[in-house]
């Protein structure tokens, strides 16, 4: 398949420790693991055992308020320690041996941060539409694509258009539709394409670049996290209800049609992505 106009990569994010906000890049390094450093650690709840995850927000009302960022630039070999803003706006770093100990106060829940999933990880995700019911929150299963001993919740990486964005916005024009909301590794500029583009690519092989080679392997499943607050994005359910439910497709390994923004990914060819690198869809 071919675009009328090119389509580049516009910014690159990346998110050490996960549902926590992360890092605009404008490069980076693409592993078989994803974005070098991405999802590279997580918290535990000490008494469920689970990842923690702001797909909770009931547990967890605040976790989009807290700010991950390395010291320093990821090398393959040696992750650097990560800068971690509060709510508060106090600063902590990963390696300070009282890190848990000031965590665990700021969550008031007991959390251990760790850098290698448990056996079999889960995490717990609300259903705003079944609030009140037994089954409102309910135990998800992470890394099923990815990795073994990961924190993503399926795929290594995800991808976003802007002209997926701006579907998004004609459809909900009182929503606040920024790509922050949907927490992707690459956000492709369509060059004023419109709708849904990425669906059109699972299945398919794109490159970016001279090197990378990525397969697009499922759409993105959405649940309540898009519709929270994160900084000045008010929480808003329209987000899910008026606009994401507009792209009901059907996900290869649910088995189902899903309300999906982005594509997940799989990492054929490793190697370095910049800002500006085109993108090209294979037959």
Same mark, same amino acid.
């Given at each position: 398949?071919?675009?009328?106009?090119?389509?580049?990569?516009?910014?690159?994010?990346?998110?050490?420790?996960?549902?926590?906000?992360?890092?605009?890049?404008?490069?980076?390094?693409?592993?078989?693991?994803?974005?070098?450093?991405?999802?590279?650690?997580? @918290?535990?709840? *000490?008494?469920?055992?689970? &990842?923690?995850?702001?797909?909770?927000?009931?547990?967890?009302?605040?976790?989009?308020?807290? /700010?991950?960022?390395?010291?320093?630039?990821?090398?393959?070999?040696?992750?650097?320690?990560?800068?971690?803003?509060?709510?508060?706006?106090?600063?902590?770093?990963?390696?300070?041996?009282?890190?848990?100990?000031?965590?665990?106060?700021? @969550?008031?829940?007991? &959390?251990?941060?760790?850098?290698?999933?448990?056996?079999?990880?889960? @995490? *717990?995700?609300?259903?705003?539409?079944? *609030?009140?019911?037994?089954?409102?929150?309910?135990?998800?299963?992470?890394?099923?694509?990815?990795? %073994?001993?990961?924190?993503?919740?399926?795929?290594?990486?995800?991808?976003?258009? %802007?002209?997926?964005?701006?579907?998004?916005?004609?459809?909900?024009?009182?929503?606040?539709?920024?790509? /922050?909301?949907?927490?992707?590794?690459?956000?492709?500029?369509?060059?004023?394409?419109?709708?849904?583009?990425?669906?059109?690519?699972?299945?398919?092989?794109?490159?970016?670049?001279?090197?990378? /080679?990525?397969?697009?392997?499922?759409?993105?499943?959405?649940?309540?996290?898009?519709?929270?607050?994160?900084?000045?994005?008010?929480?808003?359910?329209?987000?899910?209800?008026?606009?994401?439910?507009?792209?009901?497709?059907?996900?290869?390994?649910?088995?189902?049609?899903?309300?999906?923004?982005?594509?997940?990914?799989?990492?054929?060819?490793?190697? &370095?992505?910049?800002?500006?690198?085109?993108?090209? &869809?294979?037959?």
């Amino acid at each position: 398949m071919s675009h009328a106009s090119p389509v580049s990569i516009s910014t690159v994010w990346r998110y050490p420790i996960k549902s926590m906000m992360g890092e605009e890049l404008n490069a980076a390094a693409i592993t078989a693991s994803g974005v070098l450093g991405d999802r590279a650690f997580a @918290l535990i709840d *000490e008494e469920t055992g689970k &990842v923690v995850s702001a797909k909770n927000p009931k547990k967890w009302p605040d976790f989009f308020s807290y /700010r991950a960022a390395y010291a320093s630039p990821p090398d393959a070999s040696d992750l650097p320690p990560i800068w971690i803003t509060l709510p508060s706006g106090s600063m902590l770093r990963s390696d300070d041996a009282d890190v848990n100990t000031r965590l665990s106060a700021a @969550l008031s829940r007991a &959390v251990r941060m760790r850098g290698t999933a448990p056996q079999s990880p889960s @995490l *717990e995700q609300y259903w705003p539409e079944h *609030e009140g019911q037994e089954n409102e929150v309910s135990q998800e299963g992470v890394a099923g694509d990815a990795p %073994t001993g990961s924190f993503f919740d399926y795929a290594a990486l995800h991808l976003l258009t %802007t002209g997926t964005i701006d579907q998004l916005r004609a459809l909900y024009p009182q929503g606040r539709f920024e790509v /922050r909301r949907f927490r992707p590794n690459i956000v492709i500029d369509t060059n004023g394409e419109e709708g849904f583009v990425e669906n059109e690519w699972v299945g398919k092989t794109v490159r970016i670049g001279a090197t990378v /080679r990525l397969q697009i392997t499922d759409p993105c499943p959405r649940c309540v996290m898009p519709t929270l607050a994160q900084g000045d994005l008010p929480k808003d359910l329209g987000i899910l209800h008026k606009g994401i439910i507009h792209n009901k497709v059907h996900v290869p390994f649910a088995g189902k049609a899903l309300p999906s923004i982005g594509v997940y990914a799989r990492v054929l060819s490793p190697g &370095v992505i910049r800002r500006g690198d085109l993108l090209e &869809v294979e037959s």
